[in-house]
């Protein structure tokens, strides 16, 4: 420690939070990079300096799974929301609208992006079908930090890949040591229940449940868990609904495969019994389940077993959500979840299901190492990008969908009470979040190339 260094900035009287401890200290940031984490009397002086009186602090926290260019959402609206919900690094997954298929596309939504997010961003392609070999190794090379796939339909726009091909591609994204991002659910029963939904007339809320029964998410999950194995490719199977899943992924990874599984606020938060009260409002796939399958899904969150929590933020419009008010299977699937990530690990924290080292690990050093870019993100150690979110794990709040700075303007979880709120965000040394308001602005976010393999 160099004692007479004046720094950029210094946050102060921290309660710093990782993986592995939580321990009261400080964070000094000089160009954007940290360069002393230490006891607060240990920083050097510094330009701007924040008091955290004491609050948790937490390395950036990364959403792994956001569509922010799903419309109504653009970049600047999804990418704001994100810094609102003390989001400091998005990867963004292909718009349900809008595909990221091949090069060019990737390029494009990239600039698009440097010149209008709000925090960091990452980006993940996907693979449909029709695009010839090289497609993903070119996304990759450019920096991708997954390729998404689909094992069922992933909307019209989205050319169907069914599992030859999906195969082949992970073949060829094994050369590269690529990640391979998996949608898993039974194409076969799905489209079987959907006609024999649609043919008995079923417009219910019920009937969304039907359609994608459990049966079809776990058996899709043990297929590609077979197909990574085979094929030596990296796999994280996306938004996981159930435990049988989050088991089958651990004894796979025993015996050697590289998989991770992730899950979402929706799967911990949302039950079944919501779906049948609420509707269109709460329709996502996989579906919401049981109160006995959530519970169990805190438990293996808690006890680590859950490699990352995201939001899977598909933020749909009010007009086209209503649309399953009368025929639950005609509204999209998708949720906003940008602004109540953090909110919500917060409230399971102050409730007891979750440990704070546990949320730094879901949500911030865990996809930062899956996705290949830590330790550039996801930790708080000298010469990591300089982001942190103080967050109060006292704040009260009732989430109110006018309040929320998303497009869509609604969300799942209006008139909710959460206790703990992300107060003050900092990227790369510029403060983005302050009281709770954004005060970044625009283009302030870089694009993270991956950094390994
Ligand atoms: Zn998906
Ligand atoms: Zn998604």
Same mark, same amino acid.
């Given at each position: 420690?160099?004692?007479?260094?004046?720094?950029?900035?210094?946050?102060?009287?921290?309660?710093?939070?990782?993986?592995?401890?939580?321990?009261?200290?400080?964070?000094?940031?000089?160009?954007?990079?940290?360069?002393?984490?230490?006891?607060?009397?240990?920083?050097?002086?510094?330009?701007?300096?924040?008091?955290?009186?004491?609050?948790?602090?937490?390395?950036?926290?990364?959403?792994?799974?956001?569509?922010?260019?799903?419309?109504?959402?653009?970049?600047?609206?999804?990418?704001?929301?994100?810094?609102?919900?003390?989001?400091?690094?998005?990867?963004?997954?292909?718009?349900?609208?809008?595909?990221?298929?091949?090069?060019?596309?990737?390029?494009?939504?990239?600039?698009?992006?440097?010149?209008?997010?709000?925090?960091?961003?990452?980006?993940?392609?996907?693979?449909?079908?029709?695009?010839?070999?090289?497609?993903?190794?070119?996304?990759?090379?450019?920096?991708?930090?997954?390729?998404?796939?689909?094992l069922s339909s992933a909307g019209p726009k989205w050319p169907q890949t069914f599992d030859g091909e999906v195969v082949e591609r992970f073949k060829e994204l094994a050369t590269v040591d690529g990640l391979a991002i998996i949608h898993a659910e039974n194409d076969h029963i799905l489209r079987y229940n959907w006609d024999r939904l649609k043919e008995a007339g079923r417009r219910d809320y019920a009937a969304h449940l039907e359609w994608r029964p459990?049966?079809?998410?776990?058996?899709?999950?043990?297929?590609?868990?077979?197909?990574?194995?085979?094929? %030596? *490719?990296? &796999? !994280?199977?996306?938004?996981?609904? /159930?435990?049988? $899943?989050?088991? +089958?992924?651990?004894?796979?990874? =025993? @015996?050697?495969?590289?998989?991770?599984?992730?899950?979402?606020?929706?799967?911990?938060?949302?039950?079944?019994?919501?779906?049948?009260?609420?509707?269109?409002?709460?329709?996502?796939?996989?579906?919401?389940?049981?109160?006995?399958?959530?519970?169990?899904?805190?438990?293996?969150?808690?006890?680590?077993?859950?490699?990352?929590?995201?939001?899977?933020?598909?933020?749909?419009?009010?007009?086209?959500?209503?649309?399953?008010?009368?025929?639950?299977?005609?509204?999209?699937? %998708? *949720?906003? &979840? !940008?602004?109540?990530?953090?909110? /919500?690990?917060? $409230?399971?924290? +102050?409730?007891?299901?979750?440990? =704070? @080292?546990?949320?730094?690990?879901?949500?911030?050093?865990?996809?930062?190492?899956?996705?290949?870019?830590?330790?550039?993100?996801?930790?708080?150690?000298?010469?990591?990008?300089?982001?942190?979110?103080?967050?109060?794990?006292?704040?009260?709040?009732?989430?109110?969908?006018?309040?929320?700075?998303?497009?869509?303007?609604?969300?799942?979880?209006?008139?909710?009470?959460?206790?703990?709120?992300?107060?003050?965000?900092?990227?790369?040394?510029?403060?983005?979040?302050?009281? %709770?308001?954004?005060?970044?602005?625009?283009?302030?976010?870089?694009?993270?190339?991956?950094?390994?393999?």
């Amino acid at each position: 420690m160099v004692k007479d260094l004046t720094v950029d900035m210094v946050v102060k009287n921290c309660k710093l939070v990782s993986p592995r401890s939580v321990v009261e200290g400080g964070v000094a940031i000089d160009d954007g990079i940290v360069v002393a984490v230490s006891k607060t009397p240990n920083l050097p002086r510094a330009d701007v300096t924040i008091d955290a009186g004491g609050k948790v602090v937490l390395p950036g926290v990364l959403d792994g799974h956001a569509h922010t260019s799903s419309p109504p959402e653009d970049s600047r609206t999804g990418t704001r929301a994100a810094a609102h919900g003390g989001v400091t690094t998005i990867l963004d997954m292909p718009g349900t609208q809008v595909g990221v298929f091949s090069p060019e596309q990737f390029e494009k939504k990239k600039e698009l992006y440097a010149a209008t997010s709000y925090v960091d961003f990452a980006l993940h392609g996907a693979c449909a079908s029709g695009y010839p070999e090289g497609t993903l190794t070119g996304m990759w090379e450019l920096g991708a930090t997954g390729l998404k796939f689909f094992l069922s339909s992933a909307g019209p726009k989205w050319p169907q890949t069914f599992d030859g091909e999906v195969v082949e591609r992970f073949k060829e994204l094994a050369t590269v040591d690529g990640l391979a991002i998996i949608h898993a659910e039974n194409d076969h029963i799905l489209r079987y229940n959907w006609d024999r939904l649609k043919e008995a007339g079923r417009r219910d809320y019920a009937a969304h449940l039907e359609w994608r029964p459990p049966m079809a998410e776990i058996e899709a999950g043990q297929r590609v868990i077979y197909y990574l194995k085979e094929t %030596g *490719v990296k &796999g !994280l199977i996306a938004h996981t609904s /159930l435990p049988e $899943t989050v088991w +089958n992924v651990k004894r796979a990874r =025993l @015996e050697g495969v590289q998989v991770y599984v992730e899950t979402c606020p929706q799967y911990l938060y949302l039950t079944a019994e919501d779906v049948k009260k609420k509707g269109p409002w709460v329709k996502f796939a996989p579906p919401a389940r049981s109160k006995e399958t959530v519970s169990e899904t805190w438990r293996l969150l808690q006890r680590g077993l859950i490699d990352i929590v995201s939001t899977d933020h598909a933020p749909y419009s009010k007009e086209a959500k209503e649309a399953g008010l009368k025929d639950m299977l005609a509204a999209p699937n %998708g *949720v906003p &979840g !940008l602004e109540t990530l953090l909110p /919500l690990l917060l $409230t399971g924290v +102050n409730e007891g299901h979750l440990g =704070l @080292e546990m949320l730094a690990a879901v949500v911030s050093e865990n996809p930062a190492r899956i996705f290949g870019i830590y330790p550039k993100k996801g930790v708080l150690l000298p010469g990591s990008d300089g982001d942190l979110v103080i967050v109060d794990l006292k704040q009260r709040k009732r989430i109110r969908n006018e309040e929320l700075l998303t497009a869509c303007g609604w969300s799942p979880y209006e008139g909710y009470e959460v206790v703990g709120m992300p107060t003050l965000s900092v990227i790369r040394g510029n403060v983005v979040l302050e009281e %709770g308001e954004v005060v970044g602005h625009e283009g302030l976010g870089r694009f993270i190339h991956r950094l390994s393999p």
